[in-house]
């Protein structure tokens, strides 16, 4: 009846849902990330996308949660990872990538969705860019970094 009078509030409005897209080109150090997901901000009910982690720089990294729920899966390599003639083959079949190329890291990135309700998304934020490689970390050899999340492959 509300909603034919024209007295409905949107369900983003009455209990306070919202969403937004966490997006950086820099690695997670793994075990900042894992803390992180161990310790995980309970206004966020719902997250899906792609990550990139330090220690495995050539697999593009799947998060999938929905309430209790996480799952870390490997979602095949990166793009940049390919091999030269391969990696140039496709991104002159689909041009389009080079729009979100980066010239040190290729498509290597962090692309997360998150959907909560009363998220304090600049918090989130900010949790999250302290999971991040800082400046130093980013000169070093990676694979030097503890690693405690269970190994993952393409397919799991």
Excluded at 47 to 70: E, H, V
Aim: aromatic share 10%.
């Amino acid at each position: 009846m509300k909603e034919l009078n024209e007295e409905h509030t949107p369900e983003t409005e009455e209990f306070g849902i919202s969403s937004f897209v966490y997006r950086r080109r820099r690695p997670f150090h793994p075990e900042r990330w894992t803390n992180w997901l161990e310790d995980w901000p309970v206004d966020i009910v719902r997250a899906k996308g792609f990550f990139w982690l330090a220690t495995r720089n050539d697999m593009t990294g799947l998060l999938s949660q929905a309430g209790p729920s996480i799952i870390l899966q490997g979602a095949g390599e990166w793009l940049a990872a390919y091999p030269e003639k391969e990696r140039e083959m496709i991104l002159k079949e689909t041009p389009e990538l080079l729009e979100r190329w980066d010239e040190e890291f290729g498509d290597r990135m962090t692309e997360l969705v998150f959907i909560g309700v009363e998220m304090k998304q600049e918090e989130i934020e900010a949790s999250l860019d302290a999971c991040l490689l800082t400046e130093e970390e980013m000169q070093i050899d990676w694979m030097k970094l503890k690693d405690p999340l269970p190994p993952f492959t393409a397919s799991a």
